[in-house]
């Protein structure tokens, strides 16, 4: 016996009727929510040019599906993140668009590789990115965007859990100076640690692995460790970035967390959902590079709703209101059903298929007639 | 002097904000009018193995973006056509769903070469599909969709453009045999060729060049054409078809047309709007391989609305509906601005951006104060 071969290659999968409206509803209520905060909203290609979508860095490299293009012989690349190919928008097309600029987007990703937590390798990603500000009113805008969109996309209550990525730097240049390298101490603070840290004689440091959990336990933690002073203005900015979102999600604070924070500036953000392992979306503050070592500050977050649309997010049933039109109906009713919101089937044959297609309604001449 | 190298590929592009909201906006709409025909939304993935998306026929396969995936060690592809997918979502996960099975889609899809009328390789493809059937029923049907989606996509008028794509068959395989290849004969047709078609012995089929245009005259020239009947079921079937849209559209016939039908099985027709030379839209009778030399009928149409969008269908001006919220204001009442339907831009800092960031309003401690 031999196995009959998938119809679809690994971590690339077709969406149903349910899902796919589910995953178009999310998406509408994600994007005009944030499209009321202003932010316009763009769509870049499916591929472009493998070096503008980060197939420089050989690691990064290594997530992109690459492939020659006859016309240009150059390598392109499907894209694997939306939020790169927006700082290419604002720094080329939109260069002279006035700042702040706001901009949103949805669309699919793709990753040549899925990762452990999602065997998924084709993705949703919807987000927000303001530009031309990393202020702490910026910051605390595009965390209050995306709450806004989590509650208009139905997701529910989610817990953000805040970090700081600059705060082993600030330590490290101030009050902490460590003989060990400095890649090395944020990596073993990433991990927790402890045994390590003492080894490579940065036990100072262990206090911040306790400076984590509910915000304002870990926030008071943190400033007492921080007796030179050197975080408080990143502490004063956590706090007022939580003010608006406080009783409207639940606030964790982990100062040293990095992941997926590679090219985050000074705070960043995941969000997580209940029953969820892995975070639902992301974002922080970053730099987009402008040529000639020039940057141009920016804050913004991603999310990536599709296990939540999986386990019943934006589904609807609306089969009350599909109905069976049989041979000879009046089409103006029919019309009329349809601007009112409903799903008509219409009969090609004299059968009476209502049940069979799923309606529970079949249109009589005076109107909709229960199954 | 060297020139700048282009930031995309040839025929790929960025869509910004007026364009972009006006692509989301026509789809919401066609799709929504499908949906309310009972057609239910699914979503293939953007890639997948290159024998799935048509790339075992030579001709096809020069058309498709294909990579080697290092998952399966196959060759996979960027989908050309959402249409194939759906075919093949119909005959496998939903092979035991009810027919007629209706289902409808939304997405881009990517071309390696662009044609020479439109030099995108990444287009917006919407379209509904009825699988199980391909009677005159399911035609008028899928006919009358498309034009009720063209309709809610405020896309106006166009004019239906219908061709019998086994005309030819038909026709030589009863009153009137050629000894010239029958391929020949089709293409010469299709070249509108008269001198050809006398060079080839096919004088007889010269009328059919002249049952082409208005739709009445058209059919009425054919009729007189086919004095042995064979074509009568056909001639009615269209006659049937058209019925219903009578007065929603433009009506012409070209029987002999074969542009973009090679799939087609008994009728078929081009979507036109006036302005635009190539065809918007595309759609008819086909049939879908099952495997073992099994096929299951079914009818369709495909919207290619991209240069449409770029003329301004969808555009909104929104700016009235903008308004500049300074330092301290009332995020309450921002909040219900929002749920009415404005667009709200917060300030970051105490400086009045309103006129700058495209805002005709600013927030006043009442509410909206005009700029």
């Given at each position: 016996?031999t196995k009959a071969p998938a119809l679809l290659p690994e971590g690339l999968r077709d969406r149903l009727p349910a899902q796919a409206e589910a995953a178009s509803r999310v998406t509408r209520a994600l994007v005009d929510a944030m499209r009321a905060h202003g932010y316009g909203r763009v769509s870049p290609p499916l591929a472009e040019f493998r070096e503008t979508l980060g197939g420089n860095d050989e690691r990064a490299a290594r997530d992109?599906?690459?492939?020659?293009?006859?016309?240009?012989?150059?390598?392109?690349?499907?894209?694997?993140?939306?939020?790169?190919?927006?700082?290419?928008?604002?720094?080329?097309?939109?260069?002279?668009?006035?700042?702040?600029?706001?901009?949103?987007?949805?669309?699919?990703?793709?990753?040549?590789?899925?990762?452990?937590?999602?065997?998924?390798?084709?993705?949703?990603?919807?987000?927000?990115?303001?530009?031309?500000?990393?202020?702490?009113?910026?910051?605390?805008?595009?965390?209050?965007?995306?709450?806004?969109?989590?509650?208009?996309?139905?997701?529910?209550?989610?817990?953000?859990?805040?970090?700081?990525?600059?705060?082993?730097?600030?330590?490290?240049?101030?009050?902490?100076?460590?003989?060990?390298?400095?890649?090395?101490?944020?990596?073993?603070?990433?991990?927790?640690?402890?045994?390590?840290?003492?080894?490579?004689?940065?036990?100072?440091?262990?206090?911040?692995?306790?400076?984590?959990?509910?915000?304002?336990?870990?926030?008071?933690?943190?400033?007492?460790?921080?007796?030179?002073?050197?975080?408080?203005?990143?502490?004063?900015?956590?706090?007022?970035?939580?003010?608006?979102?406080?009783?409207?999600?639940?606030?964790?604070?982990?100062?040293?967390?990095?992941?997926?924070?590679?090219?985050?500036?000074?705070?960043?953000?995941?969000?997580?959902?209940?029953?969820?392992?892995?975070?639902?979306?992301?974002?922080?503050?970053?730099?987009?590079?402008?040529?000639?070592?020039?940057?141009?500050?920016?804050?913004?977050?991603?999310?990536?709703?599709?296990?939540?649309?999986?386990?019943?997010?934006?589904?609807?049933?609306?089969?009350?209101?599909?109905?069976?039109?049989?041979?000879?109906?009046?089409?103006?009713?029919?019309?009329?059903?349809?601007?009112?919101?409903?799903?008509?089937?219409?009969?090609?044959?004299?059968?009476?298929?209502?049940?069979?297609?799923?309606?529970?309604?079949?249109?009589?001449?005076?109107?909709?007639?229960?199954?």
């Open positions: 016996m992109l599906f690459r492939f020659t293009d006859p016309v240009s012989q150059r390598t392109l690349a499907l894209r694997p993140d939306i939020t790169r190919q927006v700082g290419r928008i604002a720094t080329s097309l939109l260069a002279h668009a006035p700042r702040p600029l706001r901009l949103c987007y949805a669309g699919q990703v793709v990753k040549l590789r899925a990762s452990q937590l999602r065997p998924a390798r084709e993705m949703l990603q919807v987000g927000a990115e303001l530009i031309g500000s990393d202020s702490v009113a910026a910051a605390r805008e595009i965390v209050s965007v995306a709450i806004d969109a989590l509650d208009a996309g139905g997701i529910g209550r989610v817990t953000i859990d805040f970090t700081l990525p600059d705060v082993v730097d600030l330590l490290a240049a101030g009050p902490l100076p460590i003989t060990a390298d400095l890649q090395m101490l944020r990596d073993e603070l990433d991990a927790k640690d402890a045994g390590a840290l003492a080894r490579i004689g940065a036990e100072a440091y262990l206090p911040l692995l306790r400076a984590t959990g509910p915000f304002d336990r870990a926030i008071a933690d943190l400033r007492a460790f921080d007796t030179a002073g050197v975080l408080t203005s990143r502490i004063d900015a956590l706090e007022e970035i939580a003010a608006p979102i406080r009783g409207r999600a639940d606030l964790t604070l982990d100062p040293t967390e990095r992941h997926g924070f590679a090219y985050q500036s000074w705070f960043g953000f995941q969000i997580f959902v209940p029953g969820q392992g892995d975070a639902i979306g992301r974002g922080g503050g970053y730099a987009i590079p402008v040529g000639d070592d020039q940057e141009e500050p920016a804050v913004g977050f991603s999310l990536y709703p599709d296990p939540l649309i999986d386990e019943g997010l934006g589904v609807e049933r609306d089969s009350e209101r599909r109905i069976f039109l049989p041979l000879g109906h009046d089409p103006a009713l029919a019309a009329s059903l349809r601007a009112d919101g409903w799903q008509t089937v219409a009969a090609l044959t004299d059968a009476d298929e209502a049940a069979r297609l799923g309606c529970g309604f079949t249109l009589g001449p005076e109107g909709p007639i229960a199954a």
